[in-house]
């Protein structure tokens, strides 16, 4: 039986295609030029990703536009195999649910989700890595580049604009930490892209690359994160992918302002 090379997941056979195409009532390279690239929490979301065969959004981030794959990007939980994609899937159908039909953790019981069954799942043959740090939450790409890149910049065609901002904060020798992670009193946990420590505040620095953020879907998600943040006390600070690449200047003068007068 003749085979076609896949460098991600091994081979992709000709009846797979079919099957692919049958499944998903579409040709096989519609459905690869449609991949979402999604969050799995934690090592037990894999688990059951591979052993019950389904993943679960929560409804009020559901994707707006149409995809047929799902490429799972391991997050900071993972330890040795965090920050990278490991694995893609073929989706089937999709069901409402509530989250504690699902998650049997006693939190958010009643929140939607939206409960996407996984027809087949692939691991690739070498993993895309998020070398960077940028953060990773329900974006788009295509299959191709799925097993054609290396780096998660790569994937989505993102320019580094994390590194230029920490080469800014040495330079002015602010004490931060990068992806720094906080727990808010109603339980939710937040990642600071940098983390200031500043004039006894705490300031989230965020490096805002301009197609993601410029989503509803994620616009909406700052609003709420950004709201529920200061309500506890921390600063956000946004700096647009635009600003870093196109006004270094102007950003450094911006980060430097965050600093005690008796420093700057």
Not at 163 to 184: N, Q, S, W
Not at 201 to 210: Q, T, V
Not at 242 to 264: H, Q, T, Y
Request: aromatic share 10%; charged share 35%.
């Amino acid at each position: 039986m003749r085979k076609t090379g896949n460098a991600a997941g091994g081979e992709v056979r000709s009846w797979e295609r079919r099957l692919f195409s049958l499944f998903c009532g579409t040709c096989y390279n519609t459905i690869m030029e449609k991949v979402l690239v999604a969050v799995l929490k934690c090592p037990e979301d894999l688990d059951i990703l591979l052993r019950e065969k389904w993943y679960r959004i929560p409804i009020k981030y559901a994707p707006k536009r149409e995809y047929r794959v799902i490429a799972f990007y391991q997050n900071a939980s993972f330890g040795a195999r965090a920050k990278r994609i490991e694995y893609y899937g073929i989706t089937g159908r999709t069901e409402l649910c509530k989250r504690g039909e699902l998650v049997k953790d006693g939190l958010r019981p009643d929140e939607k989700y939206i409960k996407v069954q996984i027809l087949r799942t692939v691991k690739l043959k070498k993993p895309v890595i998020n070398r960077t740090g940028m953060r990773v939450l329900f974006k788009y790409t295509v299959f191709s580049k799925l097993y054609s890149s290396a780096d998660i910049g790569e994937l989505f065609n993102i320019p580094d604009i994390d590194g230029p901002v920490e080469d800014m904060l040495k330079a002015l020798r602010i004490k931060y930490k990068k992806e720094f992670t906080v727990t808010l009193k109603n339980k939710k946990r937040y990642r600071f892209d940098f983390a200031l420590f500043t004039g006894g505040r705490i300031i989230d620095l965020e490096c805002d690359g301009e197609k993601w953020h410029a989503l509803k879907a994620r616009r909406l998600y700052d609003a709420e994160r950004d709201k529920a943040l200061i309500a506890e006390g921390y600063e956000v600070v946004r700096l647009k992918e635009s600003v870093i690449v196109e006004a270094p200047d102007l950003c450094f003068n911006r980060i430097k302002g965050l600093m005690p007068k008796g420093r700057a």
